[in-house]
Structures are given as C-alpha cells and as structure tokens.
C-alpha cells in the first residue's frame, strides 16, 4: 500500500523524536544499576585441594599459579606473549599532535609456519621528558583511522568502521571516544601512549579468526579470540618495556569491553604489569558470570563462539561456576591499581556483579596490606584506592569523561612522588 506525503511525514517526525528521546536516555539517565549481589567465595579459601590462602607468598607462589592455568583451561585459552625476533622503528612524525609528540610505528614479527607476520603499534610519546609511564590500549578501526591517516590500513575492519556512516553512527551510539581516544591529553598529562589493532592478527569475526595467522605459529595452542588479543598487550608489552624511554614499572593496560576483558586477563596473567582500566568488561571481564543478571556464560558464548576455545564452550563447562568466578581474575591483579568504569544503563555488563566481584578480590590485596576497593557502594568512586569504581551516567561505550577518570586515576597510582599527585580525587 502506498503511502501518500501526509502519512508519511508525521511518521517521519514519531520516528526522529524517538530517536531523539531514546538518544538523550543512552546519554543522560541515572539508572541504578541495581542491588549488589552476594559476594562469591573468598579467593583466599580452600580451592579444589589447594588449602587455604594467608600470606601473600602463599598467594604468590602456590595459588596465583593454579588460578592462572585454570583461566587458561577452562576460559579463555593460551594466551602467552608472542615473541618477536626483533623489533623495528620508523618515524611517521617527529612533531605529532601539534608538535607535542613523537609518533612511531612499531613493527614486531611473528613467527609462523613459512614465515613471519608483522603486528604493527604506533608510540606516541611526549616531546619533553624521559622514563614516562605508557598507557597501552587497542583501538577499533585500524591505525590509520583511529590513530593517524599516514599509519598503515589493515587487511580487514569491522563493518562498522568501513563508512564514514558508519564510524558517525558508532560514535553517536558508543559514545564520543569510542573511535578517539584522547591522545593530545595523554600526551599533555605525560604519558606515551601505545596503540595496537587486532584485525590483521586476531580478527574479530567468527570465520576469519578460525583462519587467522595467530594460529600458524608453531607453539599454537588453541585459544579464543580474548586470549588472542591478551597476547597481543603481552607481545607489544614486552617490546615497550625494554625501551629506555618508558618507565617500565608503570605500564598501564586500557581496554573497553571485549578489550576491557582481554586487558583484565593479560594483566592477570602478567604481574609485571603495572595498572589496569577496564571500561565495561562485563561478563568474562570484571563481572561475576554465575550473579550476573546482564549477560550469561552461555549468552556471549553463543554470540561469540570464537572469542572461547572450542572446549570452553561445551555444555558442561560451566560447572565449577560458583567457585571459580571473575572474582578470582580480579584477584590475580593484587595488589595493582585496577579502575573498573561503568555505565548506570549498561545492564547487560551488571556493574552491581563486578562491584560484588572487587569486593571480594579486595582480600588478596589485604594480603598485600593493601585496601583493595575502599568505597562502600557504586556511586562514591575513591580513584586513590587500589581498586576504584565508578558508574557514569548513560549506556554502553567510551566517552571523553570516562577517559578523564582513567587518567586521573594514573596521575595518582603512578605519581613519582606525594607532591605530585593530585590534592583530590575527583568524584564522579
Ligand atoms: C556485547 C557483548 C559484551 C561486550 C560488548 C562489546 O555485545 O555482549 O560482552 O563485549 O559487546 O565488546 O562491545
């Protein structure tokens, strides 16, 4: 039936009004999130023969150990760092972002069977100053959309991010830095900053990471898509730490979502690492699978096959959930400085399940004479604590305001003296 302009244009005007009140809803509300679940058991009991934990060497040697090979079986799947023979540096531009820095790109080569891929990292670093503390963090669209038009394309992207609409149309949806993260801030506050994109090696797509070259390598074991991605922080970790110019004690790991999750798990697979952001992890990332009232183990499993290995997946796999929860990979980042960001809207993440989780994990940092998470409900963020949470106001995705936060919080936890933290944290 066809419709004529008079039906049309009222219709019209329903469906941008909408849109316009759905927008300012993801934007603004003050949902709660919700009443804060149970606690799960405390990292530090008897866990299945091992007994119980009360010292921070017996965390250290015996436990952290047995919980980082279950992470590996039982999850996500090997997720070592992938050595490179050698690593080379080119100079895109001596005078970047308005002569404030330095922008490099990085080339690490993989080896795989007949030969060697190259897994690319641009570094930012500022133009005064040495030893400076890096922030690490993985973008969505490629080097040379996200980071610099003269950095190189990658060999695939996610629909999204082939358009200019489409790149439009995230922004408005996930927030303004969901594809601009704010470097010429970073920068300005003393941090380099290194930039990695997943798609050549590790795809996130369920039929090109089954073909991906990350599974040529001769010392493959069968990992998912996290865990590959989590190799991907290790890798360029490992390059970035041996480079005079950065700190190597202060290295921070920043990941939204997927990557909030791959971050969480490298940086507990590695303690060397020095911080960890993770905006919106949600399940398998910061939040309790078994009290999650967002999304299941078994939801994202069948969303995204490819982000498990095939085993993790099975039926069964979930059996041990209530003990062996993302409590546990909370814990394995004590005594570190951890900042879960959060989204009042973003109920399928169930901040109230990743707030009960660092709760719980605070008892390893205990361990460390540390207080671990300090505040005593969602809203009352305490960014000088080890572990500090905050929810914002809005939906799912990054905004400038969530980057604010991380970056106060680094000022304080990698200030190299009192004086030079700043007076106040900021509340949200
Ligand atoms: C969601 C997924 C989450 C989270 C998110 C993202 O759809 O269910 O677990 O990873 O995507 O990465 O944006």
């Given at each position: 039936m066809r419709r004529g302009r008079g039906g049309f244009y009222p219709l019209a005007w329903v469906a941008v009004a909408l849109v316009a009140v759905a927008w300012c809803v993801q934007f603004t509300a003050r949902a709660s999130p919700g009443s804060i679940p149970n606690a799960p058991t405390s990292p530090l009991a008897a866990f299945e023969g091992d007994s119980p934990v009360a010292s921070s060497s017996e965390w250290t040697l015996r436990r952290a150990p047995l919980l980082r090979r279950a992470f590996i079986e039982r999850i996500y799947g090997a997720a070592a760092p992938i050595a490179s023979a050698s690593v080379e540096h080119r100079t895109?531009?001596?005078?970047?972002l308005e002569r404030t820095a330095q922008l490099e790109l990085l080339t690490l080569y993989f080896d795989v069977q007949g030969g060697a891929i190259p897994f690319q990292v641009a570094l930012l670093t500022p133009k005064t100053g040495t030893r400076f503390p890096l922030v690490m963090l993985p973008v969505f669209c490629g080097l040379d959309r996200d980071?610099?038009?003269r950095l190189p394309s990658p060999s695939w992207r996610p629909m999204r991010c082939r358009t200019s609409l489409g790149r439009a149309f995230t922004q408005l949806s996930?927030?303004?830095?969901?594809?601009?993260?704010p470097f010429r801030a970073m920068i300005a506050r003393g941090y380099a900053v290194a930039v990695f994109y997943a798609g050549d090696i590790a795809p996130d797509d369920p039929v090109l990471f089954g073909e991906?070259?990350?599974?040529?390598?001769?010392?493959?074991q069968e990992s998912g898509a996290i865990a590959a991605w989590a190799s991907l922080y290790l890798s360029a970790f490992e390059a970035l730490r041996a480079?005079?110019?950065?700190?190597?004690?202060q290295i921070a790991f920043w990941g939204h979502s997927r990557y909030g999750k791959a971050a969480l798990l490298a940086a507990g697979l590695d303690p060397r690492v020095g911080a960890v952001i993770a905006n919106q992890s949600g399940t398998f990332g910061a939040t309790l699978s078994n009290a999650?009232?967002?999304?299941?183990a078994t939801q994202i499993m069948r969303r995204f096959?490819?982000?498990?290995?095939?085993?993790?997946?099975?039926?069964?796999?979930?059996?041990?959930?209530a003990e062996f929860d993302q409590h546990l990979l909370l814990a394995l980042l004590a005594p570190r400085p951890v900042l879960l960001g959060n989204a009042a809207l973003d109920r399928w993440s169930d901040p109230a399940a990743s707030f009960a989780a660092a709760r719980s994990a605070s008892a390893v940092y205990a361990l460390f004479h540390?207080?671990?998470?300090?505040?005593?409900?969602?809203?009352?963020?305490?960014?000088?604590?080890?572990i500090a949470f905050y929810v914002r106001p809005g939906g799912h995705g990054v905004r400038s305001s969530d980057w604010d936060r991380a970056l106060d919080f680094l000022d304080i936890h990698f200030a190299p003296s009192p004086a030079a933290a700043p007076a106040a944290p900021r509340g949200v």
């Open positions: 895109i531009d001596a005078s970047a980071v610099d038009a996930h927030g303004d830095a969901i594809l601009h993260p991906a070259a990350i599974h040529q390598r001769a010392d493959t480079d005079p110019r950065i700190a190597s004690s999650t009232r967002g999304e299941s096959p490819h982000w498990f290995p095939r085993r993790s997946t099975t039926p069964d796999h979930r059996e041990d959930a540390r207080a671990g998470l300090a505040q005593s409900d969602m809203r009352s963020p305490q960014l000088a604590a080890d």
